[in-house]
């Protein structure tokens, strides 16, 4: 291979926040069964952690991997994310392998930081999906839920009734200042409302919590991988359903129930709803909109510091909530 391709990969891609060099990366292979280093590259996308694609040769495990760098997330919590992963990835998921040192662990540090080496996924994420693809991509979140039945760690909810209850508070003054009254009254409303609610009876377990497009990678009209588990936690699967559908299907367009009606029959295929579920399901897509809403309120408000933090929309998901507010 040519020098070149080992030159230390710059800031130049947008979401590399750590810099690793060629011998940082033929360190970190050291203690992997994976080969050695033939090239890498930083990948763009993303904006929560450092991403490569490297390229290994001369074992029979080598292939083309993600390399992950950690920047963000809490590192008490990264082993539930590793062994998630690994627990889907080996029932039945098309998602990332996490890739086991010669010790056993999963995990590696450089730098001060932890990173994982993951298989790497065929495909691509899109902007937008058809109704063939909202159909692929609900067999793929059945198919998550179905491998993670079995798995036996629980994560509590991040984003559950305490923390939206305590983010409404936060954003409710600047929110209204900035997007007006009716916006800031549509927060207190519908917290009153979701706070009415009870969901304790729903089927529960692993769930995503974040399958928003460019978090499913498709081949054509195939869905060839799930990514990014680091929302990963134990809820309701009907949860993971109406965010789903809000982030995949839901494009406040004259074909939204078509779309909707695509994603839930690719899900069923798999994994039927039970009564209680169907029924839920309206009320749900308005605390999946809130959530999103809140979330994005917060990033929009109180901006962290750093280049590459990206907000997005939060208007998007007021009118995703108010959608669903006015469904029959
Ligand atoms: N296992 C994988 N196989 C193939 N491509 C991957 C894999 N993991 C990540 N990618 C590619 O890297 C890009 C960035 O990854 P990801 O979305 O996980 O970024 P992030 O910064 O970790 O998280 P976020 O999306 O929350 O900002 C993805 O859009 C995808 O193109
Ligand atoms: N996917 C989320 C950000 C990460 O949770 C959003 O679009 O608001």
């Excluded at 952690?49 to 990264?78: H, K, M, P, Q, Y």
């Excluded at 690719?266 to 809130?290: K, M, N, T, V, W």
């Amino acid at each position: 291979m040519a020098d070149s391709q080992f030159t230390t990969v710059m800031i130049a891609t947008m979401s590399v926040y750590t810099e690793l060099s060629e011998s940082d990366i033929k360190s970190i292979l050291t203690d992997y069964d994976l080969g050695t280093l033939t090239s890498f590259e930083g990948i763009a996308a993303g904006i929560e952690n450092s991403n490569f694609f490297i390229n290994t040769e001369g074992s029979e495990n080598s292939a083309r991997f993600v390399l992950t760098i950690f920047e963000r997330l809490d590192a008490t919590e990264l082993p539930y994310f590793m062994r998630l992963m690994r627990h889907l990835a080996h029932n039945g998921l098309s998602c990332p392998d996490v890739m086991q040192r010669t010790d056993g662990s999963l995990l590696f540090e450089i730098h001060g930081k932890q990173g994982c080496i993951v298989s790497c996924l065929s495909g691509r994420t899109l902007d937008e999906l058809n109704e063939t693809q909202l159909s692929a991509s609900g067999e793929s979140l059945a198919q998550l839920h179905l491998a993670g039945s079995d798995f036996d760690e629980a994560r509590e909810n991040p984003t559950g009734p305490d923390w939206l209850a305590e983010n409404i508070a936060a954003v409710l003054e600047k929110t209204t200042a900035v997007y007006g009254p009716e916006a800031g009254e549509l927060l207190t409303s519908e917290l009153a409302f979701q706070n009415s609610c009870v969901w304790d009876s729903l089927p529960d377990g692993v769930i995503h919590g974040d399958l928003f497009v460019d978090n499913i990678l498709f081949e054509g009209e195939k869905a060839s991988g799930i990514i990014d588990f680091y929302y990963a936690h134990s809820a309701a699967y009907a949860m993971d359903i109406a965010i789903t559908l809000n982030a995949q299907a839901v494009l406040l367009g004259e074909n939204d129930q078509a779309r909707i009606d695509a994603f839930m029959d690719g899900y069923e295929s798999l994994r039927p709803l039970q009564e209680e579920e169907r029924d839920a399901l309206p009320l749900l897509l308005r605390l999946a909109a809130l959530r999103f809403w809140v979330s994005r309120l917060y990033d929009a408000l109180f901006p962290r510091g750093g280049a590459m933090t990206q907000t997005k929309d939060p208007e998007e998901y007021r009118h995703k909530l108010l959608f669903h507010r006015h469904a029959r």
